[in-house]
């Protein structure tokens, strides 16, 4: 059924919209009851997941990895809820992570200097910019982790509580704002910031570039 209404020509619209919605529902979650945050939390990743895997379906090598990390995913959060296990934060950070890239990498495949420019490939380009800042947000909760005072203005906490804020930091960094509420304190944690910084300008210049490249290529023909 959701094959039949998410296809190749509007499967970005889908796959962004679900982006969107776990940066609004990670803005929420500190006004979640605690015993409501991890549930609340994760429901909404493993949907973004769905989402993804979902619109993404034509990229066949691309689906099996995927499905393959959503079930390892969900295995984690059971055994994270039921039984205490050390570092199982960490591993679902990087789960999130390995899942992001790969869905990163496949829009790329598909949108970047290749076929005609669209709709739903310009929408495509808004997917990559939001999983682009989401990746390095999941970069800056493994660091906050593993040395909780690397950041000035965060809390250390669970990651599910900080994810909204570092979020917010990655795509002020990724845009160049830099509005200074919230700081890098460590040496590892100002190069990881200024490394988004250079690849959020490089982005919008590769973006671009596709755009135009792939209109004046299909006008030609």
Same mark, same amino acid.
């Given at each position: 059924?959701? &094959?039949?209404?998410? /296809?190749?020509? &509007? ?13 609004? !529902? ?5 006004? =979640? ?12 990743? /493993? @949907? ?6 979902? #619109? ?41 992570? %390995?899942?992001?890239? $790969?869905?990163?990498? #496949? ?6 200097? *290749? $076929?005609? =420019? ?6 495509? #380009?808004? @997917? ?18 593993? *040395?909780?005072? @690397?950041? #000035? ?10 994810? *909204? ?10 845009? /160049?704002? $830099? ?5 890098? &304190? ?5 190069? @990881?910031?200024?490394?988004? %910084? ?14 135009? !490249?792939? $209109? ?6």
């Amino acid at each position: 059924m959701i &094959n039949k209404v998410i /296809t190749k020509n &509007n499967n970005f619209y889908y796959m962004t919209a679900a982006l969107v919605v776990l940066l609004l !529902s990670a803005s929420l979650v500190k006004s =979640v009851a605690d015993g409501m945050l991890e549930s609340l939390l994760d429901g909404v990743i /493993t @949907a973004t997941f769905l989402v993804c895997v979902v #619109s993404l379906g034509i990229d066949k090598s691309w689906k099996r990895f995927m499905q393959g990390l959503i079930v390892v995913w969900l295995i984690a959060a059971m055994l994270k809820r039921f039984t205490p296990i050390p570092n199982i934060d960490l591993f679902m950070l990087l789960l999130m992570f %390995a899942f992001f890239w $790969g869905t990163f990498s #496949s829009i790329a495949r598909q949108i970047l200097f *290749s $076929g005609s =420019v669209d709709g739903n490939k310009i929408v495509g #380009s808004i @997917a990559l910019f939001l999983l682009l800042g989401l990746m390095w947000a999941l970069v800056y909760l493994l660091i906050l982790a593993l *040395s909780p005072h @690397a950041f #000035s203005g965060v809390e250390h906490s669970v990651w599910g509580q900080n994810f *909204s804020q570092m979020a917010y930091f990655s795509f002020v960094t990724l845009t /160049t704002l $830099g509005y200074g509420d919230i700081s890098p &304190n460590t040496p590892f944690a100002q190069v @990881a910031v200024y490394m988004e %910084a250079i690849a959020g300008v490089f982005y919008m210049a590769i973006v671009v570039a596709s755009l135009v !490249s792939s $209109g004046l290529a299909h006008k030609e023909t």
